[in-house]
């Protein structure tokens, strides 16, 4: 047996250490009016901390699941009950093909920032292309992080490196009601990516890598590649059980696997040749499929010039905006032989030695 280890988590806060952190969401006077109200909510939500009331609402499992008597949390059934529907609708052929378009800058004119993105202006020209070929079109807006009230993508655990069937899919680990962990927005987004044919990340560059806004997404994205469908098979967050249900084999389910991909990597100063390679390995590896060289872009967008002036130098770089409408035509095109059974992952029948 290979035993969990402990010893780094930290205690639970205290009563005193609670009520300052709960307080911190209600300063502005305004609540004043509603403190003997506020102090009962407190007192409830210490209550849930304490008793590590993580799950709101449960419900017992059912016949489709390992053990049909444990208690899954009825959000996390709700969204697994949405994936279902969004994967058998993604392979129905008689429907429209559909693309995710992923906005990866954190910057829009609703935060600090005061001003769109470049990075969303591609993506807008993107979908006119797409859109003019009869697809749907579905898009994710990231930067709505920074200015959308209460909106969360909460990090991701890492219990996938506990034992794989400890990371489910999709992710369980949210929303943690004892922890005040809600308003998770990956329950929507696993369905976007579920319900695509395809998906085109637009991200700029910050410190040589990705926005923390799309990092967030890609890490939350892991139980796609492996994640345990049935949870009952771990009764919720059972390392041990885990360890030992992924050391009889496990499969490695790839969830989004056969999915086209494009990326439009942009940046002024360094670093696009690394991310774009990095967005690249880590969609191939989920078993996505490139859509030819020209679906994969990285380019400087005003090398070393004014940041204040960036939008005034993308309306003159006209070349780089028809490299971004050949990626969405280079997508539109891998979609279409996708569908019609022409474009397929020459390896998909080799066995990997070592499956991860």
């Not at 309306?315 to 059974?341: C, I, M, S, T």
Request: glycine residues 6%.
């Amino acid at each position: 047996m290979t035993a969990p280890r402990k010893g780094q988590a930290s205690a639970k806060i205290g009563r005193n250490e609670f009520h300052v952190r709960f307080s911190r969401s209600f300063m502005d006077p305004a609540f004043s009016l509603v403190k003997d109200a506020l102090a009962s909510v407190e007192d409830v939500a210490l209550s849930n901390y304490i008793n590590s009331h993580k799950a709101a609402v449960t419900e017992k499992a059912g016949s489709e699941f390992a053990d049909p008597e444990y208690k899954l949390s009825v959000e996390w059934k709700a969204n697994r009950d949405h994936l279902l529907a969004a994967e058998a609708r993604q392979k129905d052929p008689v429907t429209a093909s559909r693309i995710l378009l992923i906005n990866g800058s954190a910057r829009n004119d609703g935060s600090c920032a005061g001003e769109i993105s470049k990075t969303f202006r591609m993506l807008k020209l993107a979908k006119a292309v797409l859109e003019a070929e009869q697809i749907e079109v579905d898009t994710l807006d990231l930067s709505r992080l920074t200015s959308d009230y209460d909106r969360h993508i909460h990090p991701c655990k890492g219990c996938v490196s506990t034992a794989m069937p400890l990371c489910h899919w999709p992710c369980s680990c949210y929303p943690n009601h004892a922890q005040h962990q809600t308003n998770d927005w990956m329950a929507e987004i696993y369905g976007q990516w579920t319900a695509a044919h395809a998906v085109i990340i637009f991200t700029p560059v910050y410190w040589y890598q990705t926005p923390s806004v799309l990092k967030l997404m890609i890490d939350r994205l892991v139980c796609a590649d492996g994640g345990n469908p049935d949870p009952t098979t771990t009764h919720g967050k059972n390392a041990q059980e885990a360890k030992d249900l992924e050391l009889q084999g496990w499969p490695y389910p790839k969830h989004l696997a056969g999915r086209a991909y494009g990326l439009v990597v942009h940046g002024d100063v360094a670093g696009i040749e690394g991310v774009r390679r990095g967005l690249s390995d880590w969609l191939e590896w989920m078993g996505l499929i490139d859509a030819g060289a020209l679906s994969r872009l990285d380019r400087f967008v005003g090398y070393y010039k004014s940041y204040a002036e960036s939008h005034v130098i993308y309306d003159l770089d006209l070349a780089f905006q028809q490299e971004v409408v050949n990626v969405a035509k280079a997508v539109a095109a891998a979609v279409a032989q996708l569908r019609q059974g022409h474009l397929s992952m020459p390896d998909a029948g080799l066995q990997k030695p070592r499956p991860k």
